[in-house]
Nanobody, 122 residues
Framework: QVQLVQSGGGLVQAGGSLRLSCAVSRRTFGNYAMGWFRQAPGKEREFVGAIRWSGGSIDYADPVKGRFTISRDVVKTTVYLQMNSLTPEDTAVYHC???????????????WGQGTQVTVSS
């Protein structure tokens, strides 16, 4: 069983920055990926970005490219989502997720974090 513990988030003004963290509860070996998704009220869950743990390849959704950055700390088994130049359209609950295998844009991940609210005021 893999558990994901998220931290970060909160309220920020447009143009500001926030960083989210997602810690994996135990060291996991093998081929896996960690993703970030978000869900705004009344909308479907949306892919934000993902990182393949082995090798570190990263993919982003178009709306966040150039503004959001995913990174990882191998020792701490933690993945980060640095969000810059935030807009009110980024307001959502953000979830990290873990899956075995290759990274995916679809929400077909095996484990999910508890979610954290990000609110961007105009």
């Amino acid at each position: 069983q893999v558990q994901l513990v998220q931290s970060g988030g909160g309220l920020v003004q447009a143009g500001g920055s926030l960083r989210l963290s997602c810690a994996v509860s135990r060291r996991t070996f093998g081929n896996y990926a960690m993703g970030w998704f978000r869900q705004a009220p009344g909308k479907e869950r949306e892919f934000v970005g993902a990182i393949r743990w082995s090798g570190g390849s990263i993919d982003y959704a178009d709306p966040v490219k150039g503004r959001f950055t995913i990174s990882r700390d191998v020792v701490k088994t933690t993945v980060y989502l640095q969000m810059n130049s935030l807009t009110p359209e980024d307001t959502a609950v953000y979830h990290c997720a873990f899956k075995y295998g290759l990274l995916s844009h679809a929400p077909d991940y095996d484990y999910w974090g508890q979610g954290t609210q990000v609110t961007v005021s105009s």
